[in-house]
């Protein structure tokens, strides 16, 4: 079946490392996305790719990384410099023009990060 | 930018009832999304609303818009558990098909 697979699941990681979150998706959607939800914030928008090798900043980028080396694959770092991690990461995807799809975001399973 | 409210944010409601969620928008924006999220889950797809007055209904759920009015409303139907959850509405940004903005969410207990 078609989809989007996040890993890990859960993720514990202790202060000073970077973390990175893997994100695939078979539903051959053009576009992708980070999303970060913290209680009582809803979704926020870390990165987003439209194509392979191209990638946007979203609403709170600092502090994390992403490549789009395949159009399957949209991994995230979490790196040290982001001061507070603990959080659930969503990944989603869609296709990229409107005559394609509706435009509704399918997601990933979620990762949940904590920080020791 | 683009503000996406949702009232309200915490809602307790009995079997069998009926109630409204509200989703106002401050932009212009022709699309507007529905998602609900069990929790601890993932988020999955309601409806999507691509016109002014748009009119979708899926069992006790019915959605709809007012892009003039900058408002969605989500109805609930003769509420049951497993309804409960936390719903989100979201609309494209204003000339980005690819960003949208998320509500903070709805969170629907339905008491038996």
């Known amino acids: 079946d078609g989809g989007i697979t996040q890993s890990p699941k859960y993720l514990f990681r202790k202060e000073g490392q970077n973390v990175t979150l893997s994100c695939e998706q078979n539903?051959?959607?053009?576009?992708m996305y980070w999303y970060r939800q913290d209680p009582g914030q809803g979704l926020r928008l870390i990165y987003y790719s439209q194509i392979v090798n191209d990638f946007q900043k979203g609403d709170i980028a600092e502090g994390y990384s992403v490549s789009r080396e395949k159009k399957e694959s949209f991994p995230l770092t979490v790196t040290s410099a982001q001061k507070n991690p603990t959080a659930f990461y969503l990944c989603a995807s869609k296709a990229a023009t409107r005559a394609r799809d509706t435009g509704e975001l399918f997601f990933g399973e979620g990762s949940r990060l904590t920080v020791l | 930018e683009l503000k996406v409210e949702q009232n309200p944010l915490f809602l307790s409601m009995q079997e069998g009832k009926n109630y409204t969620i509200y989703c106002n928008y401050s932009?212009?924006?022709?699309?507007l999304y529905w998602y609900r999220q069990d929790p601890g889950k993932s988020l999955e797809s309601l409806f999507v609303l691509l016109s002014n007055g748009a009119v979708k209904q899926e069992g006790r759920l019915m959605a709809s818009l007012d892009t003039k009015a900058r408002l969605s409303t989500l109805h609930i139907t003769a509420a049951v558990h497993d309804l409960s959850a936390t719903y989100f509405c979201?609309?494209?940004?204003?000339?980005?098909?690819?960003?949208?903005?998320f509500g903070i969410g709805t969170k629907l207990q339905v008491i038996p």
């Open positions: 932009t212009t924006s022709d699309r």
């Open positions: 539903l051959n959607h053009d576009a």
């Open positions: 979201a609309v494209d940004r204003p000339g980005g098909y690819q960003k949208v903005t």
